[in-house]
């Protein structure tokens, strides 16, 4: 099985970094995405990282590190509409490269 | 990006009655779609996976005869809850995935806010 933990909340002010751990235990691993969905809306695909180290899109970047089943998700230059819930997710490549998402992580962004 | 429409966004219902979820995939084929249940706070849950023109396949816990799914075209599937219930009431949000392997993403439709009175 897969199990992904994240933290539940994190608050920061316009401007600020933000970055978001995620750790994870599954029997079979095939990369780690982030996922960035506001209130009410559906997830959209913000990266994906199959190999270790640092990915970069824009404010937002990527780290993963398979040795230590870890990864992150680094906001950077924090703006009002960054507020949202960020999921990470593996894909499982036992069970048909499906995705299992963390609980998510709430971000809020303050003035 | 790959574009994939879901209707209604939104729909109120009676409890019992049943309710018809759609879900296409507009520029491309999905050979795989996927139905998630999230509720507020919480996770995606995975509900079932559909292949086109073979029966889902229902996670461990989810009722197979309550929520139908039907996957009849590359570009089309759909979710039928039956009989709803209060307790059905939640955020259903599909995706659609185009070919096989790891390397394959998903695509997300915009989600179906479910209330059951």
């Known amino acids: 099985g897969q199990s992904l933990e994240q933290p539940s909340e994190v608050t920061a002010v316009e401007g600020a970094i933000v970055q978001i751990n995620c750790t994870y235990q599954?029997?079979?691993?095939?990369?780690l995405s982030w996922y960035q969905q506001h209130d009410g809306g559906a997830p959209t695909f913000l990266s994906y990282n199959a190999l270790d180290g640092l990915e970069e899109t824009g404010r937002f970047s990527s780290f993963l590190s398979r040795s230590d089943s870890y990864g992150y998700l680094l906001l950077q230059e924090l703006q009002m509409k960054d507020s949202a819930s960020y999921f990470c997710a593996v894909r499982d490549p036992s069970n048909d490269y499906k995705l299992s998402f963390g609980a998510g992580t709430t971000v809020t962004v303050r003035a | 990006g790959a574009v994939v429409s879901q209707h209604p966004s939104w729909v109120i219902c009676k409890s019992g009655t049943s309710v018809k979820i759609e879900c296409r995939s507009l520029?491309?084929?999905?050979?795989?779609m996927f139905w998630y249940r999230q509720f507020p706070k919480q996770s995606l849950m995975l509900m079932a996976t559909s292949n086109e023109g073979s029966k889902a396949t229902y996670e461990q816990g989810v009722e197979k005869d309550k929520f139908l799914i039907n996957h009849a075209s590359l570009t089309l599937s759909t979710l039928t809850v039956t009989s709803a219930h209060p307790e059905d009431s939640s955020f259903y949000i599909c995706?659609?995935?185009?070919?096989?392997?790891?390397?394959?993403?998903?695509?997300f439709g915009q989600g179906t806010r479910l209330t059951v009175v």
């Open positions: 995706s659609a995935r185009r070919g096989t392997g790891p390397n394959t993403e998903a695509f």
């Open positions: 520029d491309f084929q999905a050979t795989t």
């Open positions: 599954t029997s079979g691993f095939y990369g």
